[in-house]
């Protein structure tokens, strides 16, 4: 049984840090590109920062700079490192693996990225 848990997530001031982790089980995702999303009620899920098996990352123009996806890949565990937090960083935020053909090469498209987990919170005012 696959699962992913976020966690970290939490309410912090303008110009604030906070690290998200995502625990992985029931498979190993070392070989697999991995990616953080977030989603506001309303909006589509938006991916963020993504990072593959050799540590090469991308991430979209907004978080560049501020954000840094990193991976444990001994413990499958995916982290995002968050500085300089502002109001429009609000948001829950999402792990998962990228998936089907190609799923070793970065990308930020949800649409290629499953199973989710249930995310974690962040609010930043």
């Known amino acids: 049984h696959v699962q992913l848990v976020e966690s970290g997530g939490g309410s912090v001031e303008a110009g604030g840090s906070l690290r998200l982790s995502c625990a992985a089980s029931?498979?190993?995702?070392?070989?697999?590109?991995m990616g953080w999303f977030r989603q506001v009620p309303g909006k589509e899920r938006e991916g963020i920062a993504t990072i593959d098996s050799s540590g090469s990352t991308a991430y979209t123009d907004s978080v560049k700079g501020r954000f840094t996806v990193s991976r444990d890949v001994a413990n499958n565990v995916l982290y995002l490192e968050m500085k300089d937090l502002k109001s429009e960083d609000s948001a829950m935020y999402y792990c998962?693996?990228?998936?089907?053909?190609?799923?070793?090469?970065?990308?930020?498209?949800?649409?290629?990225?499953?199973?989710w987990g249930h995310g974690t919170q962040v609010t930043v005012s």
């Open positions: 029931g498979r190993t995702y070392s070989k697999w590109c």
């Open positions: 998962a693996p990228r998936r089907g053909p190609g799923n070793w090469d970065l990308s930020l498209d949800p649409r290629e990225f499953g199973p």
